[in-house]
């Protein structure tokens, strides 16, 4: 992993924890905009701005990739490199969970 893609996405702001934990299955914005909205009981809802400007950022950086379009819509999925970024940004919260659990 090159040093853009660690310093772009470690640590990961919250719309892009979101979207690669969502497109371990492949979707599109709107579906990840409702899939969020529902993991998270309305607490997080992506706008549309913030989720495609986002997207096409991730496409960019390698970390998502388009496979197809369906009745207009762009159909996404990670990829290996941004399975990798998620992998490590879930240690990391892994890591700040166990040390407060820890000082609790």
Do not use: W
Not at 52 to 79: H, P
Not at 84 to 99: A, N
Request: glycine residues 6%; positive net charge; hydrophobic residues 40%.
């Amino acid at each position: 992993m090159d040093q853009h893609i660690k310093k772009v996405y470690v640590p990961m702001t919250e719309t892009a924890f979101f979207i690669l934990l969502c497109l371990r299955k492949p979707n599109h914005g709107y579906g990840i905009v409702q899939k969020v909205e529902e993991m998270t009981n309305g607490a997080i809802k992506l706008t549309p701005g913030t989720m495609y400007g986002s997207l096409s950022k991730m496409e960019k950086d390698n970390v998502i990739r388009f496979i197809k379009e369906e009745e207009k819509r762009k159909i996404y999925r990670i990829t290996d490199l941004g399975l990798e970024v998620l992998q490590i940004e879930l240690q990391r919260i892994e890591r700040l969970y166990k040390i407060a659990q820890e000082e609790m």
